[in-house]
């Protein structure tokens, strides 16, 4: 059989491109579940969330997605600090979040979805800007505008959040707060208002994913639920909430189910995320770089 | 009450339940009540897991789907009656609710929570890309109209709503045995201090994985006649959402800590959503019930039957 | 001499790069009190998470009874006659304090002696072992109902109630007023009377020196000392670690 190699490289680079966007998907969850310890299962109801306004602002206003993506930062911000609040007094204060703050954002889930699903009805929608259809070539090789730029502005997404937590004050304070919270009562911060900053951070980030997923592919309000697998799936193999293995588990990720997708049909990607994160939680709890 | 007047005063209750249909005799009233008694089934099992260990299943669809398509599957390859077909659904989610318990529950809580939602999206794609089942585009599942018991034609809806009549009352005779017994004890344990209860002598693996394998099997069991109920199965409405958040819903709502929560939970939810959807579309149904979950998770933690104790406690002191 | 009940060969455990436990070697022999004294961060409690289970032991093993406990589970251990009471106590939230002891007795002694108890039996034993700690009073309520010294009392009945050889009392008396350790010390003297072998953990000197037959010390996960208590302390590696 004549193995068709160009098929093959095709699909790793689009893997890599699509890779580097789900870093920018997973970021936020690396952040709150790596370092905060919340499981927040209805960060990709955020992202789609975004891509949503992203879609809105476009096609209304005409503004560009990451422009729009980098606007709506400083209001998923808000959110987010604003969703932690609830979340500290009503489960975290009391010791329930295991059970009831798990239910909590499974229910934030539903409620973003089903509301988007009766405002927008579940037709899939799509954003235009003129970088999405052109693309480089060279040789036999496509790098499509619309996976190239989300996956650039994602890295730069992922390095300035790395630099933001090791050389500023409150940065280093998140990273302790993922440590010990006594730990940090000494260093005279609040660790409450720490984990604020820390998850509006990380909802924030979700603005800027879903901008990015508007321009990648059209969305309609139930492809939130495809990248809860997606996300954690990536969490768990890139080591629980370290940034650097964040990017490996990311690139793997995109790169098998780019591969799965290019030979055995799109039908079939949603099912790679989802399988990986059980083999890797049943056999490699601690990520691939773990010990 | 002991246990085994319990389960008489179930078989009764459940022997009236059904009685009185009877009277009122009216198929919508069988085809509503099926959908209602479903969903007592789901979530009592959901609770087994969810409120008596602590441990919380998001993949309550994949486990009725299991159970939904073992009839298909059962139903093309070699017929049976639906009791069997039960009792093989059952078996079969038992076997992944254990397979799924064994493979993460060694880990912390959240990951088996969210091995639950991946398990459900592998199993919708494995469903999916199966042909033999009917693949995407669902399987046809014919069914008689009314059923030939020593004579009398009975409607097969009717049938089919006391498959469900007897399957609800088990999974609350289940439940409420496990709640006195030593295994009750044990997953309490469990859900207070897993540490605690090893250094007790608890086998706290052991009976987490009993937990998931019951709770699953019930799920599957309640999923085993439903190709039969609508007559076409296809994935999108075996997996749907509303199993999943029903299933969490509704012991939240009605109060996790005892059998009776799940049940007026179940009671309470079900019949609105059956009356919502005659009324308004099922989007809303789902978003209600999505609502209510987060209030009540927030402002009324221990559910109904936690509120209700509250206020006779309060109204005694 | 006589076989020890427990022996601790050679047991390390590192987090990381932090060497916790480095080559620990201990006996205990039946019937014992030995006291097991330590700076914080000495590995005490890692030693005894890896004496019961809790935590594995990458080198070295603990032998129980005769018999090895590598790769046994925390609750087989148990089950075997091993138990302890946790630093901070950790009672079944949702259960009552009678309830709380039922727990060892329905899972830890029924495993071990395979008969079944009455439900009445079992009534009958939750209030001896209540009695025997003084909660009789309490048997109904609810753990967060209890006082400081009350949820210590309740961690060591519940340790008590699963009829252990071996019990490890882990800093028992943290916090506690001058005749509440009193209470506890007695107590544990009570257990011992009926034949329990006794580890005690402890920073309170005092209570160390009166209740210990013999007093091992731990510093950065090796032990430097072990023997008679008196002679213990006067050792002047104990006094440098302890004076800084």
């Known amino acids: ?291 | 009450m002991h246990s085994r007047t319990f389960i008489l005063v179930t078989i009764v209750v459940a022997a009236a339940v059904f009685f009185v249909a009877q009277l009122v005799a009216n198929n919508y009233l069988f085809f509503a009540g099926y959908t209602v008694l479903q969903f007592v089934v789901l979530a009592t099992a959901w609770n087994i897991l969810g409120g008596y260990c602590g441990y919380v299943n998001f993949g309550s669809a994949a486990f009725f789907a299991v159970g939904a398509y073992s009839s298909v599957f059962l139903h093309k390859a070699y017929p049976l009656p639906i009791p069997v077909l039960i009792l093989v659904a059952g078996f079969v989610a038992g076997v992944i609710g254990l397979g799924m318990g064994y493979l993460t529950l060694r880990l912390r809580g959240s990951f088996f929570a969210i091995a639950t939602l991946a398990l459900a999206v592998v199993l919708q794609t494995l469903v999916t890309n199966w042909d033999f089942v009917g693949g995407s585009r669902g399987a046809y599942v014919i069914r008689p109209n009314s059923l030939d018991v020593f004579g009398h034609q009975i409607p097969y809806i009717e049938y089919l709503f006391l498959q469900m009549l007897i399957l609800a009352a088990v999974a609350i005779a289940t439940a409420r045995t496990i709640e006195r017994s030593r295994l009750g004890y044990g997953f309490a344990t469990i859900r207070d201090d897993e540490l605690a209860a090893e250094a007790a002598g608890v086998p706290t693996l052991r009976l987490k994985l009993i937990a998931t394998t019951l709770s699953g099997a019930l799920m599957g069991m309640a999923g085993a006649p439903f190709p039969y109920y609508l007559g076409f199965l296809q994935p999108q409405s075996a997996f749907a959402l509303e199993y999943a958040v029903n299933s969490i819903a509704m012991p939240m709502i009605g109060g996790t800590s005892s059998w009776i929560g799940p049940l007026i939970g179940a009671l309470l939810l079900g019949i609105v959503q059956q009356v919502a959807t005659v009324t308004i579309s099922s989007a809303v149904n789902v978003l209600i019930v999505g609502v209510l979950l987060v209030a009540f998770v927030i402002i009324a933690p221990n559910g109904i039957v936690g509120f209700v104790r509250n206020l006779m406690r309060r109204g005694r002191s | 001499m006589t076989e020890p009940l427990l022996r601790i060969d050679r047991v390390g455990k590192r987090f990381g790069g932090f060497v916790a436990l480095d080559g620990i070697a201990l006996d205990v022999a039946p019937g014992e009190r030995l006291g097991l004294i330590g700076p914080n961060g000495s590995g005490k409690s890692t030693l005894v998470n890896c004496i019961c289970g809790t935590l594995r032991n990458e080198t070295g093993s603990v032998t129980f009874d005769g018999r090895k406990m590598d790769g046994l589970a925390a609750h087989q251990r148990t089950i075997l006659g091993l138990a302890r009471s946790f630093q901070l106590p950790r009672p079944f939230h949702s259960l009552s304090v009678a309830d709380n002891l039922r727990i060892p007795l329905l899972y830890a002694v029924k495993a071990r002696s395979g008969s079944h108890l009455s439900a009445r039996e079992l009534d009958d034993h939750c209030v001896e072992y209540l009695r025997l700690v003084g909660l009789d009073h309490k048997a109904a309520r609810l753990p967060r109902d209890l006082t400081q010294v009350e949820m210590r009392k309740l961690e060591l009945a519940r340790a008590m109630a699963a009829e252990p050889k071996l019990l490890i009392a882990d800093e028992s008396m943290a916090g506690l007023s001058h005749s509440e350790i009193g209470d506890i010390l007695k107590l544990l003297m009570v257990l011992n009377a009926r034949g329990i072998t006794i580890i005690l953990i402890e920073h309170i000197m005092s209570a160390v020196m009166s209740f210990s037959q013999r007093l091992a010390v731990l510093v950065s996960g090796r032990k430097i000392a072990d023997g008679d208590p008196q002679e213990v302390v006067r050792n002047p590696e104990v006094e440098k670690a302890y004076l800084g």
């Not at chain 1, 052109?134 to 959040?161: E, H, K, T």
């Not at chain 1, 707060?177 to 409450?192: E, H, K, S, Y």
């Not at chain 1, 193999?237 to 780019?258: C, R, Y």
Request: hydrophobic share 55%; net charge neutral; glycine share 10%.
């Open chain 1, 1 to 291: 059989m004549d193995f068709p190699i160009e098929l093959l490289i095709n699909a790793i680079i689009a893997g890599v491109l699509l890779g580097g966007f789900y870093i920018a998907v997973t970021v936020g969850v690396s952040i709150s579940f790596g370092m905060l310890d919340i499981v927040n299962i209805a960060h990709p109801a955020f992202i789609i969330l975004g891509s949503y306004i992203a879609y809105i602002m476009n096609s209304r206003l005409g503004v560009d997605p990451v422009l729009v993506g980098l606007l709506m930062l400083p209001v998923f911000y808000a959110l987010g600090a604003a969703v932690y609040q609830v979340y500290y007094v009503s489960f975290e204060k009391r010791g329930q979040e295991a059970l009831r703050g798990l239910a909590f954002f499974f229910g934030i889930l539903f409620i973003t979805e089903v509301g988007l699903i009766l405002v927008f009805g579940v037709d899939y929608r799509y954003a235009e800007a003129p970088y999405i259809g052109p693309a480089i070539r060279f040789a036999f090789v496509d790098l499509p505008y619309r996976m190239l730029i989300p996956c650039v502005l994602s890295l730069l997404l992922l390095a300035s959040l790395q630099v933001f937590l090791s050389r500023t004050y409150v940065g280093r304070a998140i990273k302790a707060v993922a440590q010990d919270q006594q730990a940090l009562t000494l260093m005279a911060a609040n660790p409450i208002a720490i984990k604020r900053i820390a998850f509006g951070i990380s909802i924030a980030t979700a603005a800027l994913a879903g901008a990015f997923l508007v321009i990648i592919q059209p969305v309609e309000p139930s492809v939130g639920r495809e990248y809860i697998g997606r996300v954690f799936a990536i969490y768990v193999l890139g080591g629980l909430g370290s940034l650097p293995g964040t990017v490996i588990g990311a690139m793997l990720l995109g790169v098998v189910e780019s591969i799965t997708a290019t030979f055995y049909g799109p039908s079939w990607a949603p099912a790679v995320s989802f399988g990986f994160l059980l083999l890797t939680l049943a056999f490699r709890p601690a990520g691939i770089l773990g010990r």
